[in-house]
């Protein structure tokens, strides 16, 4: 009983150990993004960001105060170049 239980916890460990360095880089950031006027700018960003490697989720919301929620591992890719995919798609950074 008392090996099945430290095989139990030793696989439980290593779990926990694969979560934590599968998450160590995840990062979210919500930037204020001008100039996306409907539906399809939002939409246009998200599918420009969601084509980066190491974006995991994107969410934009357009309007006057227009934002992008971006989900992304900050090992594989830099805010800076999530801001780059955001002005390329034509939209401006608010937030520098
Ligand atoms: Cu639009």
Redesign the pocket.
Known sequence: MRRIISVFSAAALTLALLVTVALAGVTEKKLRVDG???G??SASVEHALKKVDGVMEAKAN?GSEGTVWVKYDDEKVELSKIKQVIADAGFEVVDK
């Open positions: 996306m006027t409907c399809g700018c357009h």
